[in-house]
């Protein structure tokens, strides 16, 4: 009972630092928008510049990337012996835990249905002539795959957080390989093969002029696979108390402190000068570090970040990051804020606090209508057993066949709307 107990804090802890991403994006396109004004905070008559640690919201990008590899990988290893009977299971079965196609639909479950639901809402908004324009073919199409990244141009024309989808989908597709590895060869093998795709990635950005691999895989998977060591070493190395409460608050420390360590690289671009090159270490270190101490024993940490409204805001924070752009973007419309001009000046505290509700209410409707329902039949049937009934390898697919149904539509409403 008590290690149920314990699993289920560390899974509302993990929850909640989804929502610390989501939010902190969140506050940085809405500052963004409103100009990337200065934002100082008085405390007993002694300024302080918070400008740097909004301006580096995208972060929470990173923590996305790490957090990922970390729960992915945590799930693998603690995964309980597969459900195929003995002496079935092939030899990547053997290696990764259970079949590619099993884990696939899950993972499939988990990120198009809410991403449909967004790309449907932007091409009939782009329809109305309301928000942006009807994509071209290709590049729905693309879209539909979560590879727009594949051409450049596409990578944020229909949402400007899309840009991050494609690293997400194409790390799954990858994952069970790079657990193989982690588990054969360890995890500083499994992060220098990341490493060098980074490096690999940046000398040839750097000696071609050319910033294609700038939106490719191996130049992120080094968040990836750092998040991935991490979380083995969580499971085969379990933090006391006193570790675990030390690594949150200095893992915390760094990452709220790259603003001003890394001050001349404001933005979310590759820098190709040695302390550009320890950028993404460091954060990676931050960040693993925090996430290592929300597994252990109960701190101040553990509570602040697994408390029921935090962990709340984290089961719903993929949809806040999916909606809160295109909202924030509609506001003027609305006629909730006035359209920013070169006389009219909206504040960046305006603008979230005016965005704010609508995110945290559509988000919420868009994981109870359409996250949980495909995530919960994810989790159902995980497996077919080869003696059931043909209705009920039926079952097993009709979410994937609903997906595939929904995005020939949406192809298709394009089609009739530009033909």
Known sequence: MKAASSAHHHLNALTGVRAFAALWVFVFHSWSNAGSPAIRLAIREQPIDLTPLVAFGWLGVDVFFVLSGFLLTRQAVLKQEHTLPAGTASRFVSAFGEKYGSYLRRRILRVYPAYYACLTALLILAAMGVYRHLPGELDLLLHL???????????????????????????????????????????????????????????????TNNGYPQVLLPIRLDAFAAGMCAGAYSIARPPTRAFAATAFWAGLGILLATPWVFAGYNQVFHYYDLKGFLRAPWIQIGICLMLLGLTGDRHAGVRIFGNKIVAGLGLISYSIYLVHVPIIDLLPWLGLIPQRTALVTVSWWRILVTACPLVLLLSALLYWLIERPFQASGKASQTVDRRRLRLGNFAFAYPLVTLGIWAIALEAYLFLRTG
């Open 145 to 207: 795959g979560m590879v727009h990244n594949f051409i450049e141009k596409y990578i944020a024309t229909m949402n400007s957080v899309f840009w991050t989808m494609p690293f997400e989908w194409q790390f799954y597709l990858v994952f069970p390989l790079l657990v193989i590895v982690l588990k054969r060869y360890g995890g500083w093998s499994l992060y220098a093969i990341a490493l060098l795709g980074v490096v690999a990635s940046k000398l040839f950005v750097m000696y």
